[in-house]
């Protein structure tokens, strides 16, 4: 139970490290990544917040990975839920400005961009399970046999599109968030000396059967 507390809280902060990278890469007001595209051109839609379209976007994506076969975590559930929570949070906080410089806004998108990365090794890293959009990647590569990385692309492209329809800001550091994400993660996992493929994620019936102390666990 120790175990499963600390991979618990480890998730929590990646989670919320995440959300930060995000609010840092909206407020570099340069031009959004993707899927920031889209959320924003719905909120200029529709209304309401960034958060509220992060979680419902998030639950479509999830109906169709699980109708496409993909299993789902525990983590994959969280990331739903609290990174939407989280961006809203510190939107109602207010405490990271918008940018109007435009050299300004790329140091802090960079800095979005790594806190993202970090982010995204603390969340894999608990074992909990993929967020939905990366799910989304690998269950279309996996039904297609298309290079995941092709799949990656033709879904950002779409999203952005569609945001871009919807009044998304689409700017240069939309691009610099599509080359740049890359690089930061890579660079981040190998500062930590994380290993992505060593870690083994678990499903919601894993998890639950570790607590009913059905399956011992793993280290």
């Not at 525990?74 to 961006?87: A, E, R």
């Not at 060593?198 to 280290?219: A, C, F, M, N, W």
Request: glycine share 12%; with cysteine.
């Amino acid at each position: 139970m120790k175990i499963f507390f600390i991979r618990l809280c480890t998730m929590m902060l990646g989670l919320f490290l995440f959300s930060l990278g995000i609010v840092f890469t909206i407020n570099a007001n340069i031009g959004y990544s993707p899927w920031d595209v889209f959320h924003t051109g719905l909120v200029n839609t529709f209304g309401f917040t960034i958060g509220f379209f992060q979680i419902l976007v998030g639950i479509l994506v999830l109906i169709i990975t699980t109708l496409l076969g993909e299993k789902i975590g525990m983590g994959t559930i969280f990331n739903i839920v609290f990174i939407g929570i989280f961006i809203d949070l510190l939107f109602f906080i207010d405490i990271i400005p918008v940018l109007n410089n435009f050299l300004a806004g790329v140091f802090i998108l960079v800095v979005g961009l790594f806190l993202i990365s970090i982010g995204s090794y603390f969340y894999i890293k608990s074992g909990f399970g993929a967020g939905p959009r990366d799910s989304l990647m690998v269950v279309l590569a996996r039904k297609t046999k298309i290079r995941i990385g092709i799949c990656r692309s033709t879904i950002e492209f779409i999203v952005t599109i569609l945001g871009w329809f919807l009044g998304g800001m689409v700017g240069l550091g939309t691009v610099i968030s599509v080359v740049g994400i890359g690089f930061c993660i890579q660079i981040t996992f190998k500062l930590l000396r994380f290993d992505v493929t060593q870690v083994k994620h678990e499903t919601i019936l894993d998890t639950i059967s570790l607590l009913s102390g059905k399956r011992q666990e793993k280290h």
